[in-house]
């Protein structure tokens, strides 16, 4: 079953913002959201502000000693270490674990106000290397 957070395009439970929500991790130093920039979409506004984006995987404890594929999560910080949006993963388990790299999968990355600014779509690529149904 795919993962479905409460709100669409919002972080599932406990990713929130520091002190949201119980069981959350410990505090994450937010990049404090900058001042609205005319023409930018809203969520946006933090790349102008930041020379790199360093994204870490979160890894999963069940993924690390089983094998079982479980759906990706990330932090994206700034070069101070300041998260500044945090991606998911949406796929199906079958999916994860019959097809490995090769499954279709949505990312949904949000800000620390848990609005979805991006959303990129993989579709799922049938016998994806072969030279003859690629």
Same mark, same amino acid.
């Given at each position: @079953?795919?993962?479905?957070?409460?709100?669409?395009?919002?972080?599932?439970?406990?990713?929130?913002?520091?002190?949201?929500?119980?069981?959350?991790?410990?505090?994450?130093?937010?990049?404090?959201?900058?001042?609205?920039?005319?023409?930018?979409?809203?969520?946006?506004?933090? %790349?102008?502000?930041?020379?790199?984006?360093?994204?870490?995987?979160?890894?999963?404890? %069940?993924?690390?000693?089983?094998?079982?594929?479980?759906?990706?999560?990330?932090?994206?910080?700034?070069?101070?270490?300041? $998260?500044?949006?945090?991606?998911?993963?949406?796929?199906?388990?079958? @999916?994860? $674990?019959?097809?490995?790299?090769?499954?279709?999968?949505?990312?949904?990355?949000?800000?620390?106000?848990?609005?979805?600014?991006?959303?990129?779509?993989?579709?799922?690529?049938?016998?994806?290397?072969?030279?003859?149904?690629?």
């Amino acid at each position: @079953m795919a993962h479905q957070s409460p709100v669409h395009g919002s972080a599932p439970p406990g990713m929130g913002p520091p002190g949201q929500a119980f069981g959350a991790a410990p505090p994450v130093q937010w990049m404090q959201a900058p001042a609205g920039v005319a023409g930018c979409p809203p969520g946006l506004e933090y %790349l102008t502000q930041v020379d790199q984006l360093l994204v870490h995987q979160i890894v999963e404890l %069940l993924e690390a000693f089983t094998g079982w594929e479980t759906q990706n999560r990330y932090v994206i910080k700034n070069s101070l270490g300041q $998260q500044v949006y945090y991606a998911f993963e949406e796929s199906d388990v079958c @999916m994860r $674990q019959c097809c490995g790299p090769s499954r279709g999968f949505i990312i949904h990355i949000v800000d620390n106000l848990q609005r979805e600014v991006i959303r990129v779509n993989r579709e799922f690529k049938c016998c994806a290397g072969c030279c003859w149904c690629a």
